[in-house]
């Protein structure tokens, strides 16, 4: 069974979150959520965006290096959308990353190294009519087509954070699907 440190996205460690999480328990993984927003959550993208950027996005990313610290290796990082600027980097620069799961989000691997790492297999999801996915969506293909450890999934529909279930953009097809795919990799690393 894997060990996964899961992100949660811009508008916080929300009941979606916590679920998805649960989830991945259900199948015999171990997930860690911190809470990077301590305990506040946000209606909104833009609200939980400005609370981020007036808190910093940098201490804000400090913060989910030092839980990985804490941790160790041996992890498979993952994160929802703004969590995913975490959980990519961790994944990409920290030595023993098992793999990494980037849901919403993808950012292009230049940003973190030259190369994704060699043995570190990775999965991308989002949502083809996504307008913050689609903006990522060329760097998701780039990071696909370099490594066969890639794989990338786009499902059809616009909604952003569509696997969490305690936000309007839900969308329960496509979570469950997403969660297939998702404890098939993790049983797979």
Not at 10 to 35: C, E, K, N, S, Y
Not at 115 to 130: C, S
Request: charged share 20%; net charge negative; glycine share 12%.
């Amino acid at each position: 069974m894997a060990e996964v440190l899961l992100f949660h996205h811009i508008q916080g460690l929300t009941d979606g979150v916590h679920a998805f999480a649960d989830g991945l328990r259900q199948a015999g993984h171990t997930v860690h959520t911190p809470d990077l927003f301590d305990g506040r959550t946000f209606g909104s993208i833009e609200e939980g965006f400005g609370f981020a950027r007036d808190t910093g996005f940098d201490a804000i990313r400090e913060c989910g290096g030092a839980v990985a610290d804490e941790l160790g290796p041996g992890l498979v990082y993952a994160g929802f959308s703004f969590g995913v600027t975490i959980a990519q980097r961790l994944a990409q620069t920290r030595p023993g990353a098992r793999g990494a799961l980037l849901m919403d989000s993808c950012i292009p691997v230049a940003e973190f190294g030259e190369a994704w790492p060699m043995g570190v297999p990775v999965q991308i999801h989002g949502k083809e009519g996504d307008e913050f996915f689609n903006e990522d969506l060329p760097a998701a293909r780039g990071l696909a087509g370099s490594t066969a450890a890639a794989e990338l999934f786009v499902y059809p529909g616009d909604q952003h954070l569509f696997a969490d279930a305690s936000l309007d953009a839900y969308d329960p097809e496509a979570a469950a699907l997403l969660m297939e795919r998702v404890r098939a990799f993790l049983a797979s690393v």
